[in-house]
């Protein structure tokens, strides 16, 4: 009877784990996408552009040459988003050959394991 009771016991505990690990795995939250991770990284500099935007609005009523301001700050604009998209593609580049390395680490260990 005691060894009845002690199987009980183990099939309880482990159904009851592998219920909890399931639950684990299925509430954990997902990962953000690609457009929510870029929208995060360009995140500093929208509010950056916002910040130069109203400094140069609060300027601009006091000053006659609108149309460099305007340039200047297209300029500024334009510049950090070429910077970003320069940071973006440089980093989409280092994933890209990371993940090609590692494939091509594990298939060379899978074939090594092959001709053994």
Do not use: C, W
Request: zero cysteines.
């Amino acid at each position: 009877m005691a060894q009845h009771d002690a199987r009980d016991f183990a099939a309880a505990f482990v159904v009851g784990a592998a219920l909890g690990a399931a639950a684990a795995l299925l509430l954990r939250p997902e990962p953000p996408s690609r457009a929510q991770r870029i929208l995060r990284d360009l995140d500093p500099y929208r509010k950056r552009i916002g910040k130069r935007v109203r400094r140069m609005s609060r300027g601009l009523v006091s000053r006659r040459g609108l149309k460099d301001d305007l340039l200047a700050l297209g300029r500024d604009l334009l510049q950090d988003l070429r910077a970003e998209a320069n940071q973006i593609v440089a980093d989409a580049r280092a994933e890209i050959s990371r993940a090609v390395e590692e494939e091509l680490e594990r298939t060379r260990r899978q074939r090594g394991r092959v001709r053994a």
